[in-house]
């Protein structure tokens, strides 16, 4: 479903005066990057916007919202404190759950509630859902906007905006990536967007031990299937001591897909809870959907998560025999090595 009508959106937007903006908890940069682009936009009407998430604005885009609104409710402003708007405008995500305390408030006010939104799952939001399944981003639909109003982001919102379509797409390489996704982004360029600057302000500020946790990590690769399987683990021990969190080993499952024929991979962090967190991935046709569902978790077909009870090896070894399940292969005693 790629026909949103713009008109439609614009004469909306223009019929009220004042909003509050609000996307998904733990917001990304695609979020964020909308949010503030939207409140650009509107600002630049003539008109009010605030922006208002459920949730904090993790550490590793924080730097997004430096001289920028945006609130966090129940820390910044209270239900009582916020003004009501003529309009909601929510916007990346069309899941009430999604919208955390905010659904509640949007609910209850009777205020008007306009969704921008690109992706395919959705809850009953009322008659003004703007919805693009083939943007890559929430923010390819933001820089659409800009264009039917005739109006430019300057160069701060146009990094944001930058931020948000390039880590939506993988930096432009996922298969949602379109011409006019690079068009977009290519507009961006000339408004004063800088994409080696997002790039290392996103992905180039990792703590030393970090890197060295992930060098650690990395370096006991295990392997099974003939290669087709490929997983990570990460003791409480290993990361006391590099001094590092679990929040360090973030991303580090992705790398074992960059093998040559890994087909499913996984890492297994112990928390200090003792439990062991999972994160899972894969290619087609696997789904590690339902791997996680085996054991309670979920997620989507390509990645997934779920938590066992520790302790670490023998809870690797229920998410192991359950991937074999899955993938068809058997499991060999080479498995069961805790070094390999
Ligand atoms: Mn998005």
């Known amino acids: 479903m790629g026909s949103v009508n713009w008109s439609e959106l614009k004469a ?27 409140q650009y936009l509107i600002r630049s009407l003539g008109r009010t916007a605030t922006i208002v998430n459920a949730s904090a604005v993790p550490s590793t885009i924080a730097f997004m919202t430096a001289g920028q609104d945006v609130l966090q409710l129940n820390v910044d402003v209270t239900k009582q404190q916020l003004t009501l708007p003529d309009a909601f405008l929510t916007v990346d995500t069309s899941s009430w759950q999604q919208l955390g305390a905010m659904a509640d408030l949007i609910r209850s006010s009777g205020v008007e509630h306009i969704v921008i939104d690109h992706h395919l799952a959705s809850d009953e939001m009322g008659p003004n859902v703007f919805r693009d399944t083939t943007a890559a981003a929430a923010a390819e639909m933001v820089c659409r906007l800009f264009e039917e109003f005739e109006t430019e982001p ?8 930058y931020a948000g379509i390039a880590t939506d797409t993988g930096w432009f390489r996922f298969p949602s990536t379109r011409s006019e996704t690079m068009r977009l982004a290519g507009r961006l360029i000339d408004f004063g967007a800088r994409p080696h600057e997002i790039y290392r302000l996103i992905h ?20 099974a299937a003939d290669g087709r399987l490929n997983w990570l683990q990460v003791s409480a021990a290993d990361m006391e001591a590099t001094g590092t969190s679990p929040a360090d080993t973030e991303g580090l499952v992705n790398r074992c897909l960059t093998v040559a024929g890994a087909e499913l991979a996984f890492i297994a962090v112990e928390l200090p809870t003792t439990q062991i967190k999972f ?24 990645a997934s998560g779920c938590t066992l009870s520790g302790p670490l090896e023998t ?6 025999s359950a991937a074999h399940e899955i993938m068809g292969t058997a499991a060999s005693a080479n498995d069961l090595e805790a070094e390999s």
């Open 204 to 223: 180039e500020q990792m703590s030393l031990e970090r890197v060295q946790l992930s060098g650690k990590v990395l370096a006991s690769i295990r392997t």
């Open 315 to 320: 809870a690797v070894q229920k998410v192991l």
């Open 12 to 38: 909306l937007i223009l019929r009220h005066s004042s909003f509050v903006i609000c996307s998904h908890v733990r917001p990304d940069a695609d979020a964020l990057g909308s949010e503030i682009g939207l």
């Open 154 to 161: 300057d160069a701060t919102t146009a990094d944001f905006l």
């Open 279 to 302: 994160s899972l991935r894969c290619r087609e046709p696997h789904n590690v959907a339902e791997l996680a569902g085996r054991f309670s978790g979920g997620g989507h077909q390509l």
